[in-house]
C-alpha cells in the first residue's frame, strides 16, 4: 500500500513524501498503525527543520543528512502485527514514537534490534481510550517530555517553582508542577504565549519582555531569595545562567530544554552562585528513564509516566487543547515549520490529521 510522510529535503524545507508499505514487512516487535493524527515537536523537530541540530556539540546517532524523516509522536489504531507482539491486536488506538506517517512500522514491543531508520525507536506502545479526542491523546508525547522535569525534582508541595519558557513542553511543565502541588510562576516574552499559559490554568504568569525577569521572580518569591526550583525550558544556554540566578539558596535548577546553539560568554559568575548557594543542577532527559512500567527496581518508568499524563488529560486536570493552535493536513507540513519557526506568537502547537488525506 502507498503510504505517505513528511520529510526534510534541505534546510527550512519539509515536503509529504511517498512510499510503499506493506504488513508483510513488519519484523519482530513491530506494528504497522494507520494514522489518526500527530504532534509536533517544535523544539526537537525544529532543530531538524532549519538544522540548528548540526551546531549541537554531541552529534552522536542523529540524522544530519538529507532526506531526513521527522517525528515523534504518533496516534493511530493497529492494522497489523508482526512476530512477538503480544500487548496490542488489530483495531487498538495507540500512542507509539513512530514518525509522522500515514502508515507507520513502529516498534510496540521487544524484538530484534534494526538499523532502518523508519524503525530506529524504543519499544513502546500507549492504549489509548476511544472517548479521549485525538488532539487531546496525542498531547500526552509532549507531556511525556515535561513531566521529565517534574520526576528529576525534589518537589513539594508548596515549593516555589519557576518554568522559563511556556511553549508546549514549558506549559505542560507548569501544569504538571501545579499538579504536585507546587505555586507555579510561568515565564515567557511572548504575551501570546502568556495568555494560553492563563488559558490552561497556569494561576502564576508573568512577561519576562516587561523589566528585569530575575528581579521579579525574586519579588515574587516573597522573601527576594528566588525559587526552590527554576526549569528551562527552552534549551538556551544564556536562560541557563538567568535560571541560576533565579534559583535560591539549596535549590534545583534544571535543564528540561535541550541547548543546541553555541553561546560564548563568561560562566564564572553562574558557577559561583552554584557553588556558594549549593545549587543543584539536573539535566532531565526523558531517555534516562526506562521505557517499560515493569524495569525492575525502577520507580519511575516512561510508561508509567505517559499512563498518569493520559488520566489526569482524560479527567480534565491537564489541559491541552488551548496549546493546539494548528490542526493541519500534512499536505501543509511546509507552512506548518515555518510557522512553528517564524511564527512564534501564532503557531504555539501543530498537530497533523492524517484523515484529512482522503
Known amino acids: 500500500m502507498k503510504s505517505h510522510y513528511v520529510s526534510f529535503t534541505a534546510p527550512n524545507q519539509a515536503v509529504l513524501a511517498e512510499e510503499e508499505i506493506s504488513p508483510d514487512d513488519l519484523g519482530p516487535g513491530e506494528a ?4 489518526e493524527c500527530s504532534i509536533v515537536s517544535s523544539g526537537t523537530e525544529g532543530a531538524g527543520f532549519t538544522d540548528l541540530v548540526r551546531e549541537m556539540p554531541n552529534l552522536q546517532n542523529l540524522q544530519l543528512g538529507y532526506p531526513r524523516r521527522t517525528g515523534y509522536g504518533h496516534l493511530g489504531e493497529v492494522v497489523a502485527v508482526g512476530p512477538e507482539v503480544d500487548n ?7 500512542l507509539t514514537f513512530a514518525r509522522h506517517q500515514e502508515y507507520a512500522i513502529a516498534r510496540v514491543a521487544r524484538g530484534k534490534p534494526t538499523d532502518d531508520p523508519r524503525r530506529r525507536m524504543q519499544p513502546f506502545a500507549l492504549h489509548v481510550p476511544r ?5 487531546r ?3 500526552t508525547r509532549m507531556a511525556g517530555v515535561a513531566i521529565t522535569a517534574l520526576r528529576s525534582s525534589t518537589v513539594q508541595a508548596g515549593d516555589r517553582v519557576v518554568v522559563i519558557g511556556l511553549g508546549l513542553v514549558g506549559n505542560f511543565a507548569a501544569q504538571l508542577f501545579q499538579i504536585a502541588g507546587a505555586r507555579v510562576l510561568g515565564l515567557d516574552v511572548s504575551a501570546k504565549r502568556v495568555e494560553v499559559a492563563r488559558a490552561c490554568g497556569i494561576e502564576e504568569v508573568h512577561d519576562s519582555s516587561r523589566g528585569d525577569p530575575v528581579a521579579a521572580v525574586r519579588e515574587w518569591s516573597g522573601d527576594g531569595g528566588g525559587a526552590e526550583i527554576v526549569v528551562e525550558a527552552i534549551g538556551r544556554s544564556e536562560l541557563v545562567m538567568q535560571a541560576v ?3 535560591r539558596r539549596f535549590g534545583e ?3 528540561l530544554g535541550s541547548p ?3 553561546v560564548t560568554t563568561d560562566v564564572t559568575p553562574m558557577l559561583t552562585r552554584i557553588h556558594i548557594l549549593a545549587i543543584r543542577v539536573i539535566g532531565a532527559l526523558e531517555w534516562t528513564y526506562p521505557v517499560p512500567e515493569d524495569s525492575e527496581r525502577a520507580r519511575v518508568t516512561i510508561e508509567r509516566n505517559y499512563k498518569d499524563i493520559l488520566g489526569w488529560i482524560r479527567d480534565g486536570r491537564l489541559r491541552v487543547d488551548p496549546l493546539i493552535s494548528h490542526v493541519m493536513s500534512p499536505r501543509d507540513c511546509q507552512e506548518a515549520y515555518d510557522g512553528l519557526t517564524n511564527r512564534k506568537d501564532e503557531y504555539t502547537a501543530v498537530v497533523f490529521d492524517w484523515r484529512a488525506l482522503g
Do not use: H, N, S
Not at 504497522?32 to 494514522?35: D, F, G, P, T
Not at 496490542?88 to 495507540?94: F, I, N, T, W
Open 137 to 139: 491523546a496525542v498531547g
Open 131 to 135: 472517548d479521549v479526542p485525538g488532539t
Open 32 to 35: 504497522l498503525i494507520r494514522a
Open 260 to 262: 543546541r546553539a553555541r
Open 245 to 247: 540566578e533565579m534559583t
Open 88 to 94: 496490542v491486536k488489530p483495531g487498538d488506538r495507540v
Open 253 to 255: 535548577t534544571i535543564l
